[in-house]
């Protein structure tokens, strides 16, 4: 039996896959990012993260008396090269 097997065309709907950067999406960041949370994304330690803020590589936001450090997103995408729309 020489059956010929025929494929039908259908339709698929192309989904862009979310953004990973290190196994986090890109879309499930929030807008304030910590220095944990940053250094972990960029794997780099925390040391490293502070000085990048003291020397005007990745600038900081501080919140609250004791001055901690928040990151916008979009300055850490902006490290890695990513555009953001």
Known sequence: MDEQITSQSIPVKQVPAPKKINGVSIDNLPDLLTVAEVADLLRV????????GKRGKLPAIR???????????????????IQTE
């Open 63 to 81: 919140i609250n008396a004791r001055g901690d450090r928040r990151y916008r997103k979009e300055a850490v995408l902006w490290l890695l090269g």
């Open 45 to 52: 330690s925390k040391l490293t993260i502070k000085r990048w």
